[in-house]
């Protein structure tokens, strides 16, 4: 990718999909895995859903900064 603005533009489309997963999840105790159904009763694997949601939006931001703050390093 040798333009940072269509980084820019894929990190903030997942950041969206991620983002609202997260919240639908944390609002309903319930995601929905490859596996089936998760819920807040099944504790470890729900925590480890919600972590990976957060991990993911951090990842999302660091790549927006980097491209925001590095332009050049994308090269032509």
Same mark, same amino acid.
């Given at each position: 990718?040798? $333009?940072? @603005?269509?980084?820019?533009?894929?990190?903030? /489309?997942? %950041?969206?999909?991620?983002?609202?997963?997260?919240?639908?999840?944390?609002?309903?105790?319930?995601?929905?895995?490859?596996?089936?159904?998760?819920? $807040?009763? @099944?504790?470890?694997?729900?925590?480890?859903? /919600?972590? %990976?949601?957060?991990?993911?939006?951090?990842?999302?931001?660091?790549?927006?900064?980097?491209?925001?703050?590095?332009?050049?390093?994308?090269?032509?």
């Amino acid at each position: 990718m040798a $333009r940072p @603005q269509l980084t820019i533009l894929i990190a903030l /489309v997942l %950041a969206a999909f991620v983002g609202f997963d997260l919240i639908r999840t944390i609002r309903t105790g319930r995601a929905h895995a490859r596996l089936g159904i998760i819920t $807040r009763k @099944q504790s470890g694997r729900f925590q480890r859903y /919600v972590y %990976a949601n957060w991990m993911v939006l951090a990842f999302c931001l660091a790549l927006i900064l980097w491209a925001l703050t590095w332009p050049e390093t994308f090269g032509r």
